[in-house]
């Protein structure tokens, strides 16, 4: 049996219903708490650290300093010379442009960050796959298609600080579709881990409804039409569920009129999960369920072709279309 996690960026409680969003309100759900940062708004940056650690900003050391997180490497020397001698409005501006024009990516923190600081998480010691989760970047230097994605956005998604919600789009159709693909991609990878049964824990994530909900603002129907798609990807999802299994979706904020709104949410087709209250409470919800020796990766039987004339002549048909 499998707990399965899908962290969705700035799902609303707010937006959703039962009746119109079954696979995104499942049999449980409710608002939960969640932290502001010091720009003063819930940051996907500093969140899913905590989500996973069960720790606030100021434990794990992952923080948003001005509203723009200078944590990557290529903004450090930057980082410190505005922190010297340019005004908070400008560094902003600047720490936009520079996410805007280059391949600096605020949320790739590598997974060896938190044993390097001696900072636990729920994946330690488990049969766990861990899918996109930001600032707990598995294999560093690999990215699936979700993250190709968003690094080419370009001109799609330009940061803005003068805008509502800090962004503007180019070709609001174009950009949506471009979001929904990556929603697409991460709920597939979600979907054959849990199909392959090796994890105890499937934790994945995916930032389009937050992406779309900030320059939607204008354009109330695209993150409306952006639930009703993710929800029925999520049914897909939760049709693989077999017996036993459970899934759980947890947001770090919400977002409304394109800005982070100051509560989380999570739905659950468990009881037991459903009792979470906060950002900091899920990891201990999930350690809760898992530490009572139900959920044991069982891998998924694989067939196998033993007849060699079978094997013969699948080879033979290869090789005519000129695979082989």
């Known amino acids: 049996m499998t707990i399965v996690v899908m962290g969705i960026d ?58 723009v997180s200078w944590g990557s490497p290529v903004l450090d020397f930057g980082s410190r010379v505005a922190d010297t001698f340019l005004p908070d409005a400008v560094q902003s501006h600047i720490g936009a442009w520079l996410l805007t024009n280059t391949s600096a990516d605020a949320f790739r923190t590598p997974a060896t960050y938190y044993v390097e600081h001696g900072i636990s998480t729920v994946f330690d010691d488990r049969d766990a796959s861990a899918i996109g989760i930001p600032n707990y970047v598995v294999e560093p230097d690999n990215e699936d298609r979700e993250h190709r994605l968003r690094r080419s956005m370009g001109d799609l998604f330009e940061r803005d600080a003068d805008a509502v919600g800090g962004h503007r789009t180019s070709d609001p159709a174009a950009f949506y579709e471009q979001c929904m693909e990556m929603a697409m991609v991460r709920i597939a990878r979600v979907r054959r881990r849990l199909r392959s049964r090796n994890y105890e824990l499937v934790f994945g994530y995916t930032s389009a409804l937050d992406l779309i909900g900030h320059v939607a603002h204008s354009i109330p129907s695209l993150q409306q039409q952006a639930y009703e798609e993710t929800d029925q990807f999520m049914g897909e999802l939760r049709a693989d569920l077999e017996e036993g299994d459970e899934l759980l979706l947890v947001s770090d904020h919400g977002l409304q009129d394109g800005i982070h709104t ?28 898992l530490d009572d020796g139900r959920h044991q990766p069982v891998p998924a039987e694989t067939e196998v072709f033993e007849d060699a004339g079978r094997s013969d002549e699948v080879r033979r048909q290869l090789e005519e279309l000129g695979y082989l």
């Open 10 to 67: 700035a799902l609303d409680a707010d937006l959703v219903d039962s009746d119109t969003h079954p696979n995104l309100t499942l049999a449980h759900h409710r608002a939960i708490d969640t932290i502001v940062s010091s720009a003063g708004k819930p940051s996907t940056h500093e969140l899913w650290p905590t989500i996973i650690t069960g720790l606030p900003p100021s434990e794990h050391g992952l923080k948003l300093d001005d509203g």
């Open 262 to 289: 100051e509560e989380a949410m999570v739905a659950s087709t468990s009881g037991a999960l459903a009792s979470v209250d906060s950002v900091i409470g899920v990891r201990s919800a999930l350690e809760q369920e």
